[in-house]
């Protein structure tokens, strides 16, 4: 018994031997190459990477530098992503891709010219009004201010969605180009944001309103803000950045003045209330009596 199987794996081995292998054929690359002007005028040395794993072959041209030819072990795989590239100048790249027959010899030409695309037609379409996204500009003159020439954004919170309940600062200044805001405050109470890489504890380097009186507890001296109004109270956030804002305070990032909403004009006594549940035991409450 011992004799019949080791004459079997015997056999079996001189059979998977002695069958002739597809890669242990040789493959021939040749082609022609195309350079930019005047920019080869002898032969040049080429590194080819894809066919020895991670290892590159080298290749002369011929002494004019406008073919090349080489011979190498047939890999395993029938498609070769081929990157050629000029010996010592890694900006000078060409790729191929070779589909692999049953022919020993393969053409590839290579051009190291620049290459130019003609690309479709994009049509880009967007809402051409500022107002129907929660956005618009400050107009030139607005009550007795100028901001003609001055980088601002306003944000219309009635025109916005998002959680008022949750007082988000995120949500509240998504759409505040230039605005770097760090979430410390789970109610949104502090109002930590800067801008232009100003560190943004505590808005420290924002000039704080409300209605355009200051809310910090001292601009000049001690300019960290530690109340910011209910995301539900407020009607719009301006915001100006940069020295644009200088007119109003010594603070660089720029000001923030959050305008509250009006009491209705046809109402002797409003009251309102809103009342709002989450998961994870969230609850929020908030009452406005004008």
């Given at each position: 018994?011992?004799?019949?199987?080791?004459?079997?794996?015997?056999?079996?081995?001189?059979?998977?031997?002695?069958?002739?292998?597809?890669?242990?054929?040789?493959?021939?690359?040749?082609?022609?190459?195309?350079?930019?002007?005047?920019?080869?005028?002898?032969?040049?040395?080429?590194?080819?990477?894809?066919?020895?794993?991670?290892?590159?072959?080298?290749?002369?041209?011929?002494?004019?530098?406008?073919?090349?030819?080489?011979?190498?072990?047939?890999?395993?795989?029938?498609?070769?992503?081929?990157?050629?590239?000029?010996?010592?100048?890694p900006d000078k790249v060409?790729?191929?891709?070779?589909?692999?027959?049953?022919?020993?010899?393969?053409?590839?030409?290579?051009?190291?010219?620049?290459?130019?695309?003609?690309?479709?037609?994009?049509?880009?379409?967007?809402?051409?009004?500022?107002?129907?996204?929660?956005?618009?500009?400050?107009?030139?003159?607005?009550?007795?201010?100028?901001?003609?020439?001055?980088?601002?954004?306003?944000?219309?919170?009635?025109?916005?969605?998002?959680?008022?309940?949750?007082?988000?600062?995120?949500?509240?200044?998504?759409?505040?180009?230039?605005?770097?805001?760090?979430?410390?405050?789970?109610?949104?109470?502090?109002?930590?944001?800067?801008?232009?890489?100003?560190?943004?504890?505590?808005?420290?380097?924002?000039?704080?309103?409300?209605?355009?009186?200051?809310?910090?507890?001292?601009?000049?001296?001690?300019?960290?803000?530690?109340?910011?109004?209910?995301?539900?109270?407020?009607?719009?956030?301006?915001v100006f950045r940069g020295?644009?804002?200088?007119?109003?305070?010594?603070?660089?990032?720029?000001?923030?003045?959050?305008?509250?909403?009006?009491?209705?004009?046809?109402?002797?006594?409003?009251?309102?209330?809103?009342?709002?549940?989450?998961?994870?035991?969230?609850?929020?409450s908030y009452t406005r009596?004008?």
């Open positions: 018994m011992r004799k019949i199987l080791l004459c079997i794996i015997l056999c079996g081995g001189s059979i998977g031997w002695a069958v002739p292998g597809f890669s242990q054929s040789l493959l021939h690359l040749y082609g022609d190459i195309q350079w930019e002007e005047r920019q080869v005028k002898g032969p040049v040395c080429l590194e080819i990477f894809g066919l020895a794993g991670n290892q590159s072959v080298q290749v002369q041209t011929n002494e004019k530098g406008t073919g090349y030819a080489l011979t190498v072990k047939r890999p395993d795989y029938t498609f070769l992503s081929l990157m050629f590239r000029r010996c010592g100048q060409a790729y191929v891709n070779v589909q692999l027959t049953e022919s020993d010899s393969v053409r590839c030409d290579l051009s190291f010219r620049p290459q130019e695309y003609m690309l479709g037609e994009v049509q880009v379409k967007g809402s051409s009004s500022r107002k129907e996204q929660g956005q618009r500009f400050m107009r030139d003159v607005e009550e007795a201010m100028i901001f003609a020439g001055k980088k601002s954004n306003v944000t219309l919170t009635e025109n916005m969605l998002f959680n008022k309940a949750a007082n988000n600062t995120r949500q509240l200044f998504r759409n505040v180009p230039g605005i770097t805001i760090q979430e410390g405050s789970e109610g949104g109470l502090q109002l930590n944001i800067g801008t232009r890489g100003l560190n943004p504890n505590r808005s420290s380097n924002f000039n704080m309103r409300q209605n355009g009186y200051d809310i910090s507890a001292d601009p000049l001296g001690y300019p960290e803000s530690y109340y910011t109004p209910n995301a539900n109270d407020i009607k719009e956030v301006q020295a644009s804002a200088l007119q109003y305070g010594s603070q660089f990032g720029g000001m923030v003045n959050f305008k509250l909403s009006e009491p209705s004009a046809d109402k002797k006594v409003e009251v309102r209330q809103h009342v709002s549940y989450g998961s994870y035991g969230f609850l929020s009596a004008s």
